[in-house]
């Protein structure tokens, strides 16, 4: 009895996967891997702070968690820029308005134990 259940449920399973479209699959992960491919095609740079003394922050708000301060002449690296809005926005962080971030290795682990950080674009200038 036990050889039956056995070879009934391989056969339902095999049905089952038969009946599964195969075109949606491969379409699906085709558009991830052409996904992965631009998303890997973001150029770093590095970034030099030009205002006296920054923070870099945990989150990209004016009042995220300072994670590190760092002073002016510092070299940062970035791969990732944050389009900001009025949510985030700051209203004059080295002279300027703005609300856009760029994300940063701080060099220090955050609480979320994350080794990035933001930094306010208007601080610091693309090398």
């Known amino acids: 009895m036990s050889k039956l259940s056995t070879l009934l449920a391989t056969v339902v399973t ?3 996967l038969a009946a599964l479209p195969l075109s949606a699959s491969s379409a699906s992960a085709q558009t991830v891997t052409r996904g992965d491919v631009r998303q890997g095609a973001a150029a770093c740079r590095s970034l030099q702070v030009i205002g ?3 923070a870099i922050r945990d ?3 004016v009042n ?3 994670v590190r301060s760092v002073p002016r002449g ?3 690296s970035t791969c990732e820029f944050v389009r900001g809005s009025g949510a985030n926005s700051y209203p004059s962080k080295c002279g300027l308005r703005g609300a856009d971030w760029y994300k940063v290795r ?3 682990v955050s609480l979320i134990g994350s ?3 933001y ?5 610091v200038r693309v090398l």
Request: charged letters at 10%; one cysteine or more; glycine letters at 12%.
């Open 74 to 76: 510092t070299i940062l």
């Open 14 to 16: 095999t049905v089952a």
């Open 64 to 66: 995220g968690l300072v």
């Open 52 to 54: 006296s003394k920054i």
């Open 119 to 123: 930094v306010p674009a208007t601080c």
């Open 59 to 61: 989150f990209p708000f």
């Open 106 to 108: 701080s060099g220090r």
């Open 115 to 117: 080794p990035f950080g």
